[in-house]
């Protein structure tokens, strides 16, 4: 079978396509029929060698992906062969809160501890699986177990609900899947981005404001305003950095941002002041847990909620569909598949 790994260092040139014997699984055991994947900035971290600079190479990258189980080892029951699944990132966290435990970054596939998804075939775990909700597609399933999940908790976690309005920063996975989630539960959603091309998509998509933080500066002005002076109920936090200040000026009293970004760096400076006076709530997350993953496709397939696949690569176009995510080109969800998947662009 085929797999793609970093070979000889960091660095997106650095993928190559290599040959290994095809797996059979042991008791407790699944083999999945990989057949796409999608890509996170997290893996971009990965390639690079930016998350685990002492990551011992060759190693086969990409935390998400999908497929169809081929054949089950003695005693595995939760799964059979047929069976339309997607990976779980966080696969120790079966449910309740986390601890350090469960979330252990060793355990979680595509990070360096455990193998990524990169391959024809693979052997999994039970608890590295969960059954793709049944109106999606493997390659749309693809995209759930990161942005999907995230998406969904940022909102559950402010108690979105309708009427709410959802401040939503950028047009890349999680972003994209706010917007769907929170539209499905009649909410208003407002979305910044620095493309006013981007910015018409998802105006089409549903978004009720959209702003260009580039030509509007002072944007939390704009959602001040749209909101009649209130503010966001929820905002989901997907920049950090300097941004946070702005969401926070934003933010209405006692609301709450759900904070999982990074583009702008780790580190960030806040006004306490201004914290204390909106009196908000600022729950950092990642992910979530199994259970949280089954709700989630519950209500996908009860919705019948779609990705947003901005484009989809070949197997052998992994390095350039690594370079698209790379240059910020897309809205929604990359993905790639190892039959190239007969699928339009959903832009």
């Not at 699986?129 to 969904?152: D, F, H, R, V, Y």
């Not at 401040?167 to 706010?178: D, E, Y």
């Not at 981007?198 to 305003?225: F, H, S």
């Not at 209500?299 to 698209?324: D, G, L, R, V």
């Amino acid at each position: 079978m085929k797999v793609i790994e970093l070979c000889a260092g960091f660095g997106i040139n650095n993928l190559q396509m290599t040959e290994y014997p095809k797996p059979t699984p042991l008791a407790g055991e699944v083999l999945v029929k990989m057949e796409a994947f999608s890509l996170n900035y997290v893996d971009l971290l990965v390639v690079k060698g930016l998350l685990n600079p002492n990551l011992s190479l060759p190693y086969i990258p990409v935390c998400d992906g999908a497929g169809i189980v081929e054949s089950v080892g003695e005693g595995v029951t939760t799964f059979s062969p047929g069976d339309k699944v997607a990976t779980t990132f966080i696969s120790n966290w079966v449910s309740g809160f986390p601890t350090p435990e469960t979330v252990d970054f060793a355990t979680r596939q595509g990070l360096g501890g455990v193998p990524g998804q990169l391959s024809e075939y693979k052997i999994f775990q039970v608890n590295q699986l969960i059954k793709s909700p049944s109106n999606l597609s493997t390659a749309e399933a693809s995209t759930l177990p990161i942005a999907g999940l995230t998406a969904w908790n940022a909102l559950r976690y402010g108690n979105l609900k309708a009427g709410d309005t959802v401040l939503l920063h950028g047009t890349g996975g999680v972003s994209i899947f706010a917007l769907q989630f929170a539209k499905a539960q009649g909410a208003r959603v407002i979305i910044t981005s620095s493309s006013d091309e981007k910015l018409a998509r998802v105006q089409q998509l549903g978004a009720d404001l959209t702003i260009n933080y580039k030509t509007t500066p002072d944007w939390d002005a704009n959602v001040i305003e749209f909101t009649g002076g209130a503010g966001a109920d929820l905002v989901v936090e997907t920049v950090g950095g300097k941004n946070l200040q702005k969401s926070i000026n934003a933010l209405r009293m006692s609301g709450h941002i759900s904070i999982m970004g990074l583009l702008d760096g780790f580190d960030t400076s806040i006004n306490t002041l201004s914290l204390e006076v909106k009196q908000a709530t600022i729950k950092g997350m990642e992910v979530g847990s199994t259970s949280d993953f089954e709700f989630m496709n519950q209500a996908i397939a009860t919705n019948n909620i779609h990705p947003i696949i901005n484009k989809t690569f070949s197997f052998h176009q992994t390095k350039e569909a690594f370079e698209y995510l790379d240059k910020g080109l897309h809205l929604g969800k990359v993905v790639i598949a190892v039959e190239q998947a007969k699928l339009s662009s959903s832009t």
